[in-house]
């Protein structure tokens, strides 16, 4: 009955935003991640059911030897994913950082912050998405392991060409392959129990599996939480829930979940098909000029509902040449934005946005609206992006210019060379207001305060150098 009438998916964002693409940390191993629950608890209030970031510091820091400064990108990353800040608290946040003389003082004020530890604890084990596996590979056939993405369209029929790795296949293979152990983490082991799947679940433990995890169970005109779905009376037998003692059953719950885990219906590929294709005019063009050779553009804002668009409306943007797009609208807002294998042009996109990806473009320019989570720029070539966001990561990038205003040190990964920063140095009438909705404040930059992440990036051979200031004007948006 429930295999029928329900489906469930991979939620896109976390995996695209939350985790970082690079090799993770030797030390966030499941065993590990599993002993913090432990520790966190033990400290009662500052470790559960909110982790505090001293606990979490102290446990990353003397525990498992991770740098403060990458503690404190994982707890700030994941704190801005789960939106637990309003946009006016974030803003306030920044500027009493700006105000601290002391790095002490900054400490302090960080460890104030509270999250989630169930939702934390799943946040640090989907760090193993990019785990290299060379026995994986093997069997799929690969001569690599691959974690590129595709976001090709196959000419003129609108469906995305079938490719060895799409980012949201891998989403949903990772959950599959990995389900006992994520299930796992945030478990209560009864007494005397010898096997692994002896175990009940909290309440609280389901809700933090909603931050990786969505369904419907009405063909997709509504979008529910797992612990809603888990709830429901014609689910509750599949998931082993108790009403009188307010938990789950462990095995039954991970079959359930196994048993009904799909395509995720708002990701790239279905956008591609399904979605929408946006008739933006490009600069210069008539609505009679031949578009057969324009790049292409889709959205799935038609399909996705209302109540779920924060992460899961996206515009995609693929093969953009020699053109120019300026564009702020309500299509455009919130949306979370992917932009594929532009070349030679110029793309003005001015209006709040979720996150955005650029990926593949050469010799463009790229100017965005505010940013509320994350900019990730990647595998990119002598382009110039011109940005305000939360977070910043690049990978893979030669020869490129980023003119940004963050509160968050921009995090420098594997694969870069000569990447110029330069602080943010344009506007456009409805900037400020933007700003405000997205939480971004002005006080905070850290825009020449990259952090390199990753085992080629050399103290002694930095990829990154800062933009000499008499080449630094002010940018005109000519629109």
């Not at 392991?145 to 995305?160: A, M, N």
């Not at 939360?390 to 030669?398: A, F, H, K, W």
């Not at 002694?460 to 000519?478: A, G, N």
Request: charged share 20%.
């Amino acid at each position: 009955m429930s295999r029928a009438s329900v489906e469930l998916w991979a939620k896109a964002e976390p995996f695209s935003y939350g985790a970082i693409p690079v090799a993770p940390h030797p030390r966030l191993t499941f065993t590990n991640i599993r002993k913090i629950v432990i520790y966190a608890r033990n400290k009662g209030a500052a470790g559960f059911p909110k982790l505090s970031y001293g606990v979490w510091k102290h446990i990353a820091c003397n525990k498992l030897h991770i740098t403060e400064d990458l503690a404190w990108m994982f707890f700030s990353s994941c704190h801005i994913l789960t939106d637990t800040f309003s946009p006016v608290e974030r803003v306030r946040f920044d500027a009493r950082i700006k105000k601290c003389h002391t790095e002490n003082q900054k400490d302090d004020l960080r460890c104030t912050l509270k999250i989630d530890l169930y939702l934390f604890v799943l946040y640090l084990y989907i760090q193993q998405l990019y785990k290299v596996s060379l026995r994986a590979s093997l069997v799929a056939g690969d001569e690599w392991p691959s974690q590129s993405s595709t976001l090709d369209f196959e000419g003129g029929k609108g469906t995305p060409r079938r490719t060895k790795s799409l980012d949201d296949h891998s989403h949903q293979t990772f959950i599959q392959n990995n389900l006992q152990e994520i299930i796992e983490l945030v478990s209560e082991h009864e007494k005397g129990a010898s096997e692994r799947f002896d175990g009940i679940l909290l309440l609280e433990a389901v809700d933090a599996l909603g931050f990786i995890l969505a369904g419907s169970n009405d063909k997709n005109r509504s979008v529910k939480t797992i612990l809603e779905l888990a709830t429901l009376a014609s689910f509750q037998s599949a998931t082993g829930y108790s009403k009188l003692g307010q938990t789950f059953s462990l095995r039954l719950l991970q079959s359930w979940i196994k048993d009904n885990l799909g395509q995720n219906p708002f990701n790239v590929p279905s956008c591609i098909a399904t979605g929408t294709r946006l008739s933006w005019l490009f600069a210069g063009e008539s609505s009679r000029s031949d578009r057969s050779k324009r790049g292409k553009i889709a959205t799935n804002a038609n399909i996705v509902p209302k109540n779920v668009i924060t992460g899961n409306k996206l515009i995609v943007m693929s093969q953009i040449s020699k053109q120019t797009i300026a564009r702020s609208s309500g299509t455009l807002e919130l949306s979370c934005v992917k932009i594929h294998r532009s070349y030679y042009s110029y793309l003005y996109l001015l209006s709040p946005l979720r996150s955005v990806t650029v990926e593949k473009c050469r010799k463009s320019t790229i100017v965005l609206g505010p940013v509320e989570t994350t900019l990730h720029v990647s595998n990119c070539e002598n382009i110039t992006i011109i940005a305000l966001c939360r977070n910043i990561i690049i990978s893979g990038c030669t020869l490129c210019t980023i003119y940004l205003l963050t509160p968050n040190r921009p995090a420098l990964l594997s694969g870069n060379d000569t990447i110029i920063l330069a602080p943010y140095h344009t506007f456009y009438p409805k900037l400020d207001e933007h700003l405000a909705r997205m939480g971004i404040g002005t006080d905070l930059n850290l825009w020449d305060q990259p952090l390199c992440v990753g085992p080629d990036n050399r103290e002694d051979c930095p990829v990154w150098e800062l933009m000499p200031i008499k080449e630094f004007y002010t940018f005109t948006i000519p629109i």
